[in-house]
């Protein structure tokens, strides 16, 4: 085979994983705003109906469920994936998203068969979040292997653009379902955006089955270096790198707020639901096409720099949102929401995708980047229903801001320590310093 040859081959394996990538994070985050939306909006009367006024806020907490299996999600699928390859550990965390989403569409509630509803909607709920745990971990590894140095940040951020593009699709259909009669809504409506993702996970199921495995897993297969129990040697070697990815991610707690508490508090405070999931959909929307941009600057200038201006930049954002919605100024709910999530936030998530991955060993490196990931995420799935508490339920906005700035605060304090890791070549990943 000539050099050419290699060459394109190369080409077509970055872009199968790259368009993989982006389908698969597509289907998770359409999956996460569909549930987000669903909680804020009415799990709360069709699932704890009993519960009253408090019923908002505890459809909101079993949002957060999920959550909490996500690192045993991410042992689980970085095993297989350190150990047997990144493609079948892809295969079935999809398939398994993909089949929980749709069963939800399915659940009978409350009224038709009691306390059983509730229960079985958290179960599901767990299996969506112990998929959740494999499945952008394992779409970013498997891309940064696959791209060429120089080049990793602007293919593996097609997998948050796959992330935001599912955020916005999940708003999109969501707004004529809010829009519809009440009764309509309840019965049957609230089913549709959930037996819709049956289409995006035929999709990204058949992509998956064409994905190579990649040449540094392949390698590592070959010479026989594969980690018997990849956990074990993560905790033992590369546990400081965990605990910077943990850090470094938990800025993935503004995105929580900005789609599930801003959209309660707005609606709370006389902003149209329509209206809100319109300015979650464009804000996504946009980060759908800054990511790649957004890759490649960081592809140009490095990965700290990018990430620390996104998330102060994220943080200020969110206060200028609160008051916006605060005064109903309807232009600066738009312009803050767009800006401050659509650019600053998609900075880090973006930069994050690669960087994350970047600083473990091909050995560990889905299982490094899945716990470090899913641990570091794990408060972020309980932020929006600790704001929704502390603001007295969606009363006041400040304990939500705080959240944020806190969030922000702790992930550019991370990203001033983590190395440098634009300009390392492949084979030496995982073993550069600051």
């Known amino acids: 085979m000539t050099n050419t040859d290699v060459r394109s081959l190369s080409n077509v394996r970055v872009r199968r994983a790259a368009i993989s990538g982006f389908f698969g994070s597509a289907l998770e985050y359409y999956d996460f705003l569909i549930y987000a939306s669903a909680s804020a909006l009415i799990f709360g009367r069709l699932f704890f109906p009993e519960a009253g006024a408090t019923g908002t806020l505890i459809a909101i907490a079993t949002f957060g469920v999920a959550y909490v299996v996500r690192p045993f999600g991410a042992v689980l699928w970085g095993h297989i994936g350190d150990r047997y390859g990144r493609k079948l550990a892809l295969i079935l965390t ?177 902003i149209a639901s329509a209206l809100m999931l319109t300015v979650v959909t464009l804000a996504n929307l946009t980060a759908v096409v800054a990511a790649p941009l957004i890759g490649a600057l960081s592809d140009r200038w490095g990965r700290r720099p990018v990430f620390i201006i996104g998330v102060v930049g994220s943080a200020v954002s969110m206060v200028a949102l609160f008051m916006s919605i605060d005064t109903g100024n309807i232009p600066g709910i738009f312009a803050a929401g767009i800006v401050g999530i659509g650019i600053f936030y998609c900075m880090p998530i973006t930069v994050g995708a690669t960087w994350y991955p970047e600083q473990f060993p091909t050995a560990v490196r889905y299982t490094g980047m899945a716990v470090g990931l899913m641990l570091g995420i794990l408060l972020a799935g309980f932020a929006p229903a600790a704001a929704q508490a502390a603001g007295a339920d969606s009363t006041m906005w400040w304990p939500a801001a705080l959240i944020c700035a806190g969030a922000a605060g702790v992930s550019a304090i991370a990203a001033f320590v983590a190395p440098e890791t634009y300009r390392v070549h492949k084979s030496d990943l995982g073993t550069s310093r600051r």
Do not use: C
């Open 94 to 270: 999809i398939a398994l998203m993909g089949v929980a989403t749709f069963v939800i569409g399915l659940l009978p509630t409350f009224d038709t068969i009691g306390w059983a509803a509730p229960i079985l909607l958290v179960f599901i709920r767990l299996l969506q979040g112990l998929s959740a745990g494999g499945e952008s971990p394992g779409s970013t590894s498997l891309t940064v292997e696959h791209a060429p140095d120089g080049r990793r940040a602007f293919f593996t951020s097609f997998t948050m653009s796959g992330m935001q593009f599912g955020i916005a699709m999940g708003s999109l259909v969501f707004i004529p379902v809010a829009l519809l009669p009440e009764e309509a809504l309840l019965s049957w409506g609230w089913r549709i955006p959930f037996l819709l993702s049956g289409i995006l996970t035929l999709v990204a199921f058949f992509l998956r089955r064409k994905l190579d495995e990649t040449e540094s897993f392949s390698d590592m297969r070959s010479e026989g270096r594969r980690a018997k129990l990849p956990i074990a040697n993560l905790l033992h070697s590369h546990w400081r790198t965990v605990v910077r990815v943990l850090l470094l991610s938990s800025i993935n707690i503004v995105g929580t707020i900005f789609n599930v508490f801003v959209l309660a508090y707005g609606t709370g405070n006389g």
